[in-house]
């Protein structure tokens, strides 16, 4: 049976309105966020669960999947949407209404906390690969809350920084992607961010969640806070928040235990913030402004009305019995098969000199402080707690006939937001310690084995920023002691983003595994002894240093004053490499493959609404393998500054030794716009210039078209 909202909201009282515009405690203890309803006019509860890496139903288990610049990695939103659905599967499974996430923020500096859990540097990217998320979520009867809107680049400071950042680039960069969840996956929820941007609080920010999301992209689902994200009452509810979490202080959220059990982990100089201890806004205040006149109750009840949409659209009006589609999957031998394929999809090969894929009758030393161990992600509200996981150290177990383990240095300590005795780190997962880790043992093992492994990784966590992107403690020293001693070495990174690489012309193979949760160490034997392609291709570019990225001075990073200066612009990621001709050790989209792909004929059509671009490929090398062709679009007519390409289009097949096809991939003529602060979207008529290659810097063919 349909609700009819506006019948429902005028049967409320002000008393019950306001129960509903924010949340409270979940009775179960089970939710992340919990909307309580009313049971007198009809109104199911809502229930919401952390979600971006797998679901985080409090206290339950569920698949841990590889982290979502893994994901993103893939360069496949068919594969995103296979995600997606698995996602609205488990939180079907645990009785959640709805998921937060995806998170598509643009990765903006290599040392955001959290980078690992959104996609890319590039909006196109970041949408396409958030569309498919959301659509698949959404396909389960659950709703997708994308997030954090808008520029939450950062997590120092995250409650007060103010993003000082253009119209123009919020709209060419930070906002495509959350445009795209809106008009093109229609997702039912956003999420605010922490921050200010150009000094407002996102909850209170009426110009970009009312103008912007709600009117100009005709947004009609729910606009929620972060949890304590929301900074006033009247503000926000004339802006356009449509609902706080979780709505209740802190302290009734984890009572007596919020310093213990959710708590922002130790810097080397003492305790980083804690969780804003902020009223329930929405609450008594909110009431008060009602009574007042100071916010009209037709205010309110257009909030409840989207969320009663929202109830609507995932079912919750339906009778008992009719929503067997809400039944959910969990843990299921798909989940876990589909958790592995990610993270093989996700997997970029960086180098590789003929040493990869290794044979089975190898003797392989695997070395690594934490290789025993599946890097599961990294810290905050995206811990997923898994059935089963496999360490690197047990994946190859199962497939080298000879395999040694060393440590080398001592474990690197791993992030958690959650306090939890019962689970150990990776750093302990085997109950070992750093007892007895040396070098000198690493060495050794080298030199007695056909082929050294070096499992290295970061730590990465919300709530804090990296420090800097070297590989922590004495990994980098390990890596250059074991690829002096060992005859062939293949190092494999478990990072969260980019990370300096000062022994790379030392080794003969590198992969980037990112964070590839419960499948880690399957997937990673599948690729090593080849039995799968390692398909991905960078979504983010590896600079040498820190210094060649556009955040690399403190004013732009992390700021000062409370402000982080948005001084780049449109220059974001490989824009910025190329606007300041920076070499990058690894440009965006790049990734090898067992197979050799030959580009043949390549030419562009125009059609009714653009361009048809059309590659022909072969594969000419020996083994199966999937190849992204990858399309760019130069805006040489503008008459303002424009990147020298930016990624328009792109398009992932996967080929049998011999086989031949013939890639296509449109191109609208909003590609070639640009957005002029006065006059909004302008197309740069004149010729551009349309560029076909394998990364960014690859480019395999160039044409000029008239716009």
């Not at 492994?453 to 980098?476: S, Y």
């Not at 399957?522 to 990225?549: H, I, K, M, N």
């Not at 990734?591 to 050799?596: N, R, V, W």
């Amino acid at each position: 049976m349909q609700s009819d909202s506006t019948s429902l909201v005028d049967d409320l009282t002000l008393e019950e309105k306001l129960e509903l515009v924010h949340g409270t405690l979940d009775p179960d203890e089970k939710a992340t966020g919990y909307v309580p309803g009313n049971d007198r006019v009809g109104v199911p509860p809502l229930t919401m669960v952390d979600g971006p890496l797998g679901v985080r139903a409090l206290g339950e288990q569920a698949t841990a999947f590889p982290s979502s610049i893994a994901l993103a990695s893939s360069w496949d939103p068919d594969l995103a949407r296979e995600f997606g659905a698995a996602l609205g599967r488990e939180a079907a499974a645990h009785d959640q209404d709805v998921v937060l996430g995806p998170g598509v923020n643009i990765i903006r500096t290599p040392h955001s906390g959290r980078n690992f859990e959104y996609y890319s540097e590039d909006p196109h990217l970041a949408g396409r690969m958030g569309v498919g998320t959301i659509e698949g979520i959404q396909s389960e009867g659950v709703a997708a809350t994308v997030k954090h809107y808008v520029a939450n680049n950062q997590e120092t400071n995250r409650y007060e920084v103010s993003a000082d950042v253009s119209e123009r680039a919020l709209r060419e960069i930070y906002l495509p992607a959350f445009r795209a969840a809106v008009e093109d996956a229609d997702v039912l929820s956003v999420m605010t961010a922490y921050n200010r941007v150009n000094g407002v609080h996102m909850s209170d920010h009426e110009h970009l969640l009312s103008n912007v999301l709600k009117d100009e992209w005709g947004f009609d689902g729910l606009v929620v806070s972060d949890w304590w994200g929301t900074r006033s009452a009247v503000d926000a509810a004339l802006a356009g928040l449509d609902l706080e979490m979780p709505g209740v202080d802190l302290e009734a959220y984890l009572p007596g235990e919020a310093d213990d059990e959710m708590e922002a982990p130790d810097d080397e100089d003492g305790e980083l913030p804690p969780l804003p201890d902020v009223p329930a806004y929405f609450g008594e205040p909110l009431r008060e402004a009602v009574e007042s006149g100071a916010v009209d109750e037709s205010v309110l009840d257009e909030k409840i009305e989207r969320l009663l949409r929202v109830m609507e659209a995932v079912g919750r009006f339906e009778a008992e019995g009719e929503a067997d589609a809400r039944e959910g999957e969990l843990d299921t031998p798909e989940h876990r098969r589909l958790a592995r394929d990610i993270a093989v999809e996700g997997t970029v090969m960086l180098t590789n000199d003929g040493t990869l894929p290794l044979d089975e009758s190898d003797s392989i030393a695997l070395i690594g402080p934490n290789a025993d161990a599946a890097k599961l992600g990294g810290g905050g509200s995206s811990e997923v707690s898994p059935v089963t996981e496999t360490s690197p150290r047990e994946g190859l177990a199962e497939r080298a006939a000879d395999l040694s383990f060393e440590r080398g240095v001592s474990p690197i300590a791993e992030s958690s937001f959650f306090d939890d005795e019962d689970e150990p780190t990776a750093a302990d997962a085997d109950g070992d310690t750093d007892a007895g880790a040396s070098i000198d043992d690493a060495v050794a093992a080298a030199e007695a084995a056909d082929c050294a492994v070096v499992v290295a990784q970061d730590d990465a966590t919300e709530f804090k920023d990296r420090d800097h992107i070297e590989l922590p403690g004495e990994q980098n020293e390990l890596i250059s002691a074991v690829a002096d001693a060992a005859d062939r070495t293949v190092v494999v990174l478990r990072t969260s983003g980019p990370v300096e690489l000062p022994w790379l012309d030392a080794v003969d193979a590198v992969l980037e595994t990112w964070y590839p949760g419960q499948a880690d160490g399957e997937a990673l034997a599948a690729v090593l002894f080849g039995d799968d392609d390692p398909s991905g291709r960078l979504p983010v570019t590896f600079g040498r240093s820190a210094a060649d990225y556009p955040t690399a001075d403190e004013a732009a990073f992390p700021g000062t004053d409370g402000s982080a200066r948005y001084d780049e612009g449109v220059f974001v990621g490989y824009r910025y490499f190329d606007e300041h001709d920076v070499e990058p050790l690894f440009p965006f989209g790049h990734g090898l493959s067992y197979a050799t792909f030959e580009y043949g004929d390549a030419t562009v059509s125009e059609t009714d609404d653009g361009f048809e671009v059309a590659v022909d490929l072969r594969n000419v090398g020996e083994r199966p393998g999937k190849e992204v062709v990858q399309v760019y679009a130069r805006k040489s007519s503008a008459p303002v500054a424009c990147p020298d390409r930016e990624l328009v289009a792109f398009d992932a097949v996967t080929l049998e030794p011999g086989e031949k096809t013939t890639v296509r991939v449109s191109l609208d003529r909003d590609d070639f716009a640009y957005y002029d602060e006065d006059d909004g979207w302008t197309a740069a008529t004149g010729t551009n210039t349309i560029l076909v290659g394998r990364s960014s810097r690859d480019v395999r063919a160039t044409f000029d078209v008239d716009v």
